[in-house]
């Protein structure tokens, strides 16, 4: 059956009347089906036609029409019927619904755009700035809060947080440190080898991973892994109403959901940073047994007098910072999505790309500030 | 085209979740024309169902065919066809959230790769004013409307290519009696002014009674009953007694006697 109706699409035939008027009466199908890829051609052979103002137009014998075949047939009119139109009576409802044709969708076009942008843009950071001080201090009350409630503190979701951003991030960790460590002294030691500085190798790399890419890759590496699942965690549960339901529960968010997160990660970050510099120096300590011959007992026994233990507490020092920051940004970020799909998408990539920047930034400030910290 | 023509054919249809059997050997029949209603619990199976009509879900056995058209078909160019022909109100509108209203519309005509802008602004002026939209919201995000005009946008999205079969998943769920009762009129609207099959999962008594010509209850893994209002409600079943004998049963079908 199908057959029959797709290889019947409309016939145009022009012939004349009993009055000797010129007549043109159109057949078979006019549905989007049907018309196909003909639409372009016939949409000129129609206006053609409605060139003709004596022309009489039938469309009775049209079996079955459409909105798109009507809107074709409209369209070659030029919008109004012709002057002698025969049609059927359900061809007569089709067309009166076209007949006032509703204005298009006003054109929107603003020439003020690149200062609303930049305005906007402004407003949107101060805004930012704002609700995470906001967000600061009300973590500050709660912890207050708590110091004077002990038996209110949510013990059960700091731990689960603990493990979720701090064990379960280990692999990934230690795989990223490990391998960086293995670049970092391969390069290098080719480099010393030039120059017969080999022993140098353990300075580099003691005092640049422990002191600089430790943190740094840890602090990057947990921004995308954890601040993004938080972000996205915080989000759903803005669109499954589930913050609303503990708002009316009396549960604020802040203490239950935002300040474990904030303490966890402030506690995780410095172990996953203490872990990530450790396997990065293994993995240099493994070239630089390979490339330079320096067995890794002399290796340990020089790194403890070659770097200042300085290096490791400001190492930690930024984990911590970091972690907390990371934790605060990504809870702000979550709280702040709507509850429709694309907000969710835009906030997480959001917060993964201001808790990264911000980790740089924070490392910047580090190294101005203890720039006379920790190097012989 | 007769009335007796199936355009949705479930021959044997088997669901299984595990070891919970969901659907054992349905067998439906959709006829050219009509609106079947799809009724049952919750539980019962009728969105597994509908999915597996719109052939989102494959069945464990059996098989769905469209237009005397195999659903699971490995032929794109069929299923083209399948698709072009079937439209599809979800629950939720499931409307584009990226995109306007207006391009939510345009979607499926740009699909196509026929049609010239001008006359797809021209059709989706024409859908909208189908379902009541003023042409002033056209410029409105998804998220910036309300439960009905979700709905009434979702419906002209799946009336966009003129489907001959318009599948309506819960249509009135969500909305204000009042709303509903609107949404109700408005597809009988649409369906005085074009000749259209409608497949309608609901439990909406109201809606149910309003558009349906037969009924279709799922229970027990089975359709239990099949035809139209008065024969099912000569069915004796636990559900339908419960279903439609209950006060709230009883109170629509007083208010719609003359359609029995």
Not at chain 1, 23 to 33: D, E, Q
Not at chain 1, 201 to 224: D, F, K, Q, T
């Amino acid at each position: 059956m199908q057959e029959d109706q797709d290889i019947n699409p409309i016939v145009l035939r022009r012939e004349t009347g009993d009055d000797g008027a010129p007549r043109l009466v159109l057949s078979g199908r006019c549905t989007l089906t049907s018309l196909g890829g003909r639409m372009r051609s016939l949409s000129a052979e129609l206006a053609g036609y409605a060139a003709d103002p004596v022309l009489q137009w039938d469309i009775t014998e049209i079996a079955q029409m459409d909105d798109v075949g009507a809107v074709l047939l409209w369209r070659a009119w030029g919008e109004r019927r012709p002057a002698h139109l025969l049609l059927r009576p359900e061809q007569e409802r089709l067309l009166d619904r076209l007949q006032t044709p509703p204005g298009p969708p006003p054109p929107a076009r603003d020439w003020l755009w690149p200062v609303k942008v930049l305005g906007r843009g402004a407003f949107l950071l101060w805004e930012h700035l704002l609700s995470l001080l906001i967000l600061s201090g009300q973590l500050l009350l709660d912890a207050l809060y708590l110091v004077g409630h002990p038996q209110r503190i949510p013990w059960r979701e700091i731990s689960a947080n603990l493990y979720r951003t701090g064990a379960q991030a280990l692999g990934i960790t230690a795989l990223v440190g490990f391998l960086i460590g293995i670049v970092l002294s391969y390069l290098s030691s080719r480099q010393l080898q030039t120059l017969g500085a080999d022993i140098f190798i353990i300075n580099i790399l003691g005092v640049s991973i422990i002191r600089e890419l430790g943190p740094v890759l840890a602090a990057i590496l947990v921004a995308g892994r954890s601040g993004s699942s938080m972000t996205a965690q915080l989000g759903v549960m803005r669109v499954t109403e589930e913050l609303d339901a503990l708002t009316v529960m009396g549960i604020p968010h802040s203490l239950r959901l935002v300040l474990p997160k904030v303490l966890a990660l402030g506690i995780a970050m410095p172990l996953v940073v203490l872990w990530t510099s450790a396997t990065a120096l293994i993995g240099g300590m493994v070239v630089a047994e390979i490339q330079l011959g320096l067995g890794h007992q002399f290796f340990f026994r020089k790194l403890a007098d070659v770097v200042p233990v300085a290096n490791l507490w400001l190492g930690l020092g930024k984990g911590v910072v970091c972690g907390m920051v990371i934790a605060l940004i990504s809870c702000h970020f979550g709280l702040r999505i709507k509850s429709n799909t694309e907000s969710l998408g835009e906030g997480t990539t959001n917060s993964v790309v201001t808790s990264i920047t911000v980790v740089i930034i924070i490392d910047a400030i580090f190294a101005v500030v203890f720039s006379n910290v920790g190097l012989k | 085209m007769t009335g007796e023509e199936c355009i949705v054919e479930v021959k044997g249809l088997h669901t299984r979740f595990g070891s919970h059997v969901v659907h054992e050997d349905i067998n439906l029949c959709v006829h050219h024309g009509e609106v079947l209603g799809l009724v049952g619990g919750s539980g019962s199976g009728k969105t597994v169902l509908m999915r597996q009509m719109l052939g989102l879900d494959a069945p464990a056995a059996g098989e769905v065919r469209i237009c005397g058209l195999p659903l699971r078909s490995h032929n794109p160019g069929e299923l083209r066809q399948i698709r072009t022909r079937c439209g599809v109100l979800f629950q939720k509108g499931a409307l584009f959230s990226a995109l306007n209203v207006y391009d939510n519309i345009a979607l499926p005509m740009r699909e196509l790769r026929t049609l010239d802008e001008d006359m797809i602004r021209r059709l989706v002026m024409v859908k909208l004013k189908m379902v009541e939209i003023e042409p002033k919201h056209v410029n409105k995000m998804p998220a910036e409307l309300s439960g009905g005009m979700i709905k009434r946008i979702a419906l002209a999205r799946a009336m966009a290519l003129d489907p001959e079969l318009l599948f309506l998943d819960e249509p009135t769920a969500g909305l204000d009696p009042e709303l509903s009762d609107a949404f109700v009129q408005l597809i009988q609207t649409i369906r005085r002014e074009t000749t259209l099959t409608i497949v309608m999962a609901t439990h909406d008594l109201d809606t149910l009674v309003a558009l349906s010509d037969r009924i279709a209850v799922l229970a027990d893994q089975h359709i239990v009953a099949l035809g139209s209002l008065r024969d099912v409600l000569h069915t004796d079943h636990p559900f339908i007694t419960n279903f439609f004998h209950g006060d709230r049963g009883k109170r629509v079908l007083e208010n719609n006697l003359d359609n029995l």
